[in-house]
């Protein structure tokens, strides 16, 4: 039953709201002294990934996943990896189609199903260096694809990877966005449909999108619009419930046969009440579940003041079994 019932994370009492947990990081935390080096993946139905490798010359790796309109470039991310270089682990931050700063070839976008996208950065990353381990950790949608890489390859997994951790996992997409859709969230909607609908449509200025319709694209105001506009049948769906019920993976927790920490704060504004698994928890003697009271949607600050954030101790303390060591 891994259900962690007392979590460590005690914000300050300014960082107790959800929204300014998820909001602060996002527009004020400047991560520094990360250094990338980019390597270009290319697919099997002629596209590309960027990923981009920090290398502190480790037996171990970390394989970072990031966020809906996320990158490698996102505070999350180099926040991460920076806290991972210097615990002497190297790092893969990968960026998901379109992400990486260049639109990419295909029709193709990414959503929280493409596990083949994540097991070519795996099997990449594998084949350059002879890593003892390897874990996994993602955030927000790249949460939920990392749980669904997990949950879908469950004992297949390859064996050099002892563990995964992931933040703010929008488990059931259906009830994610269903709470995204409230009217005290809608600056969080309209700020990834904006990214989106203009990816759409410079691609289609740039190759043309022959599967879908483009018109009145400024219309679109709701994830489930776009869904079915774009996702679709971009990705071969048969509509955005199609696509919710095989992306979400809730579900697949039960097939997770590696130690997986998932973190979601209950005061996430993107989490619906069906993105805490803690059935799922009680079931698999490998999952475990844990539901701060605070820490917003990828923000678990404690404090205004420190550069290190909880969720980077956290992840740190499970991947190694030991306690947090808080950076005063």
């Known amino acids: 039953m891994p259900i962690i019932s007392s979590s460590t994370l005690k914000p300050s009492k300014l960082l107790k709201n959800g929204h300014i947990q998820t909001l602060y990081p996002y527009f004020f935390r400047k991560v520094k002294d990360v250094s990338y080096s980019r390597k270009r993946l290319f697919t099997s139905d002629n596209d590309f990934l960027d990923i981009d490798i920090s290398d502190v010359n480790s037996k171990k790796l970390?394989?970072?996943?990031?966020?809906?309109?996320?990158?490698?470039?996102?505070?999350?991310?180099?926040?991460?990896?920076?806290?991972?270089?210097?615990?002497?682990?190297?790092?893969?931050?990968?960026?998901?189609?379109?992400?990486?700063?260049?639109?990419?070839?295909?029709?193709?976008?990414?959503?929280?199903?493409?596990?083949?996208?994540?097991?070519?950065?795996?099997?990449?990353?594998?084949?350059?260096?002879?890593?003892?381990?390897?874990?996994?950790?993602?955030?927000?949608?790249?949460?939920?694809?990392?749980?669904?890489?997990?949950?879908?390859?469950?004992?297949?997994?390859?064996?050099?990877?002892?563990?995964?951790?992931?933040?703010?996992?929008?488990?059931?997409?259906?009830?994610?966005?269903?709470?995204?859709?409230?009217?005290?969230?809608?600056?969080?909607?309209?700020?990834?449909?904006?990214?989106?609908?203009?990816?759409?449509?410079?691609?289609?200025?740039?190759?043309g999108l022959s599967k879908v319709d483009i018109k009145d694209l400024s219309k679109i105001k709701t994830f489930q619009d776009f869904d079915n506009r774009f996702t679709a049948p971009l990705h071969g769906f048969i509509d955005a419930n199609d696509y919710y019920e095989k992306g979400s993976c809730k579900d697949k927790i039960k097939n997770i046969a590696i130690p997986t920490l998932m973190v979601n704060a209950k005061n996430d504004p993107f989490l619906g009440d069906d993105c805490y698994p803690v059935h799922e928890a009680k079931e698999n003697k490998n999952f475990f579940l844990e539901m701060p009271q605070s820490g917003g949607h990828v923000g678990f600050l404690e404090s205004l003041r420190k550069d290190v954030l909880w969720s980077e101790l956290r992840a740190q303390a499970f991947i190694f079994d030991d306690e947090i060591r808080r950076a005063e």
């Open 62 to 207: 970390l394989i970072l996943s990031h966020g809906l309109e996320g990158s490698s470039d996102t505070q999350y991310i180099r926040g991460m990896t920076r806290h991972f270089n210097n615990v002497g682990i190297d790092v893969v931050s990968w960026n998901m189609r379109s992400c990486s700063g260049e639109l990419n070839w295909t029709e193709k976008f990414y959503h929280a199903a493409t596990i083949s996208d994540l097991e070519m950065v795996i099997d990449f990353a594998l084949a350059q260096k002879e890593y003892e381990e390897v874990y996994l950790l993602g955030f927000s949608l790249g949460a939920a694809l990392t749980t669904n890489y997990l949950g879908l390859k469950a004992k297949s997994v390859n064996s050099k990877i002892k563990k995964a951790v992931v933040f703010s996992a929008p488990c059931d997409l259906k009830s994610s966005i269903k709470e995204l859709s409230r009217p005290i969230n809608k600056m969080y909607l309209e700020n990834f449909l904006s990214t989106m609908r203009n990816k759409i449509l410079e691609k289609h200025r740039t190759i």
